[in-house]
């Protein structure tokens, strides 16, 4: 079956239907472009969507972010978080919703865990942006959702060649699409004009050694996606797990014993996530 690899692109970077990328979302990105803006400002934003505000407040307050409970307003958690966390916040809380819509219930849980394991690396480390972290990698996936909701048809086929050949969605989509779902975050990083700290994750968590501008950020969210492969928590959409990219261990600089720290307090913080995924639909 021939594809027509520019007729897909097309298709997806045209975004013709997915659920309003809300103009919540634009007017954050605007604000957030201007030197003027104030956190005030964004929050009011933010909390003029009531649903919004209260599922960014939830991922602030959950296991992954170390404030359970401390932050009470979206003006509170800018000032802690930052501007372009929120803003990658309130763009996960519009994926996480297609991955629900759609049943892709697993990919949800695979991007909380890898999350939660970003962050946990991070703090090891030493990392100064830990909450960004993990923020790229709740984006991470979001490729997958796009090709699932953009090109149905092929995503059906990348799932059987899954099952049937037993290869990786990576591959799968490779083989049917001609281009895979990191490549269709790298697209909409670029229009939704995420900041490279998110961007590169997104576009490189699976070779992270061709990330440019946020090389420590990627490796991260690389490894965390592999860990959390490893751990069985949700579905990547495969049941493989790929090997750590080499680069990986000399862009973080982790040893045996503080790989060890990392995995025992990744284990115990998704025992801690799982008040968030049994809510996931509030």
Same mark, same amino acid.
């Given at each position: ?14 975004? #013709? ?44 307050? *959950?296991?992954?972010?170390?404030? =359970? ?34 049943? +892709? ?18 703090? #090891?480390?030493?990392? $100064?942006? $830990? ?20 090109? $149905?048809?092929?995503? *059906? ?38 900041? =490279?700290?998110?961007?590169? =994750? ?12 946020? =090389? ?60 968030? +995924? ?5």
């Amino acid at each position: 079956m021939t594809v027509d690899k520019k007729k897909i692109r097309k298709r997806v970077e045209a975004l #013709k239907s997915v659920p309003t990328m809300p103009g919540t979302f634009e007017k954050i990105s605007r604000l957030i472009d201007s030197s003027k803006t104030t956190a005030a400002d964004i929050a009011d934003v933010i909390s003029s969507d009531q649903a919004l505000s209260a599922k960014v407040l939830r991922l602030v307050n *959950s296991a992954f972010y170390g404030f =359970p409970g401390r932050i009470s307003n979206v003006t509170h958690a800018l000032i802690i978080l930052g501007f372009d966390v929120v803003k990658g916040l309130v763009l996960s809380t519009s994926v996480f919703d297609m991955m629900l819509a759609r049943g +892709l219930f697993g990919l949800w849980e695979h991007s909380l865990g890898c999350a939660i394991t970003a962050g946990v690396i991070a703090r #090891k480390i030493e990392h $100064p942006d $830990p909450e960004e972290a993990s923020v790229a990698a709740l984006l991470h996936d979001l490729g997958k959702v796009i090709i699932k909701i953009e090109v $149905p048809e092929k995503a *059906s086929l990348i799932e059987e060649a899954v099952e049937k050949k037993e290869i990786s969605v990576y591959e799968a989509e490779e083989d049917i699409l001609g281009f895979n779902h990191a490549t269709v975050g790298k697209w909409l990083s670029k229009k939704w004009n995420l900041p =490279p700290a998110l961007a590169d =994750p997104i576009a490189h968590h699976h070779a992270p050694g061709l990330a440019r501008l946020a =090389p420590k950020q990627t490796a991260i969210v690389h490894l965390a996606d592999v860990l959390i492969r490893a751990r069985g928590f949700g579905s990547g959409g495969d049941n493989l797990v790929p090997q750590i990219d080499a680069k990986t261990w000399g862009a973080l600089h982790i040893s045996d014993p503080l790989l060890e720290e990392i995995i025992n307090e990744m284990d115990d913080k998704l025992e801690d996530a799982e008040d968030l +995924l049994a809510n996931d639909d509030s």
